[in-house]
């Protein structure tokens, strides 16, 4: 998976080739699914959502620019395995879950696969997390048709975003805070579920 699918398209941070190969990814995976948790898709999570494609997982957090004691703040805990790609690397997580049950849920994945150290929260990741905030990085695994403008505030300055953005067509967007504002870059077209909640 990790040569195949990540190295060979270009993914080379050695933290985040690291933290690819050690956490287990089947863990994170539905039973039914588990013989393909390594497949280069995304895969079905239930309540219509799913765990994100091995390469884009590593892709989002190689832009992110990881550093292990850097704070990250992740929208859409899913599954929970990009929480546990960013733990593994030694960042302290916030991550943020609208669904109730896929967030308890990805509780237990973490806690089953050994990750029991992040700060998980169930709620709208639109309006981000004030009282942590600010963020180092911040990544969002969902959608949303703009980029709500409290994520934006909650970056540090040198902070970087990585976020899909757009409904049909979407792109993945990099936001870095700059002393007077923010740079926006687009990197390649994703697809990411759709944003919920309140976007601002
Ligand atoms: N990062 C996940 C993949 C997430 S799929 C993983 O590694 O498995 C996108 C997730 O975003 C879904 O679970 C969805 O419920 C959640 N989501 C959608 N809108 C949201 C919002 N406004 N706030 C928080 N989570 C949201």
Redesign the pocket.
């Known amino acids: 998976m990790i040569r195949d699918q990540i190295e060979s398209r270009g993914v080379s941070d050695p933290l985040v080739l690291k933290a690819m190969r050690a956490v287990p990814r089947h863990a ?1 995976v539905p039973e039914k699914f588990r013989s393909q948790a390594e497949a280069d898709s995304p895969l079905p ?1 239930g ?1 219509d ?4 494609q091995p390469y884009v ?1 590593a892709a989002m957090t190689e832009l992110i620019h990881p550093k292990a004691g850097g704070k990250v703040l ?12 960013l733990a593994e690397i030694g960042m302290e997580v916030y ?5 109730e049950l ?1 967030g308890m849920q ?1 509780k237990r994945n973490l806690e089953a696969a050994g990750y029991t150290d992040l700060y998980l929260w169930i ?4 309006k981000g997390w004030p009282e942590a905030a600010p963020f180092d990085s911040i ?1 969002v ?2 959608a ?1 048709p703009r980029i709500p403008q409290a994520l934006k505030e909650q970056l540090k300055v040198g902070g970087r975003m990585v976020i899909p953005v757009g409904q049909s067509y979407q792109e993945l967007f990099v936001i870095t805070r700059t002393e007077d504002g923010w740079n926006e870059e687009t990197v390649f077209p994703v697809r ?8 601002r």
Request: glycine share 14%.
């Open positions: 994170f999570i309540l959502q799913t765990i994100s997982v992740e929208i859409g805990t899913g599954s929970g395995y990009q929480a546990a790609v991550s943020i879950e609208i669904l896929l990805a709620g709208d990741g639109n990544i695994t969902a949303p990411f579920v759709p944003m919920t909640g309140e976007v």
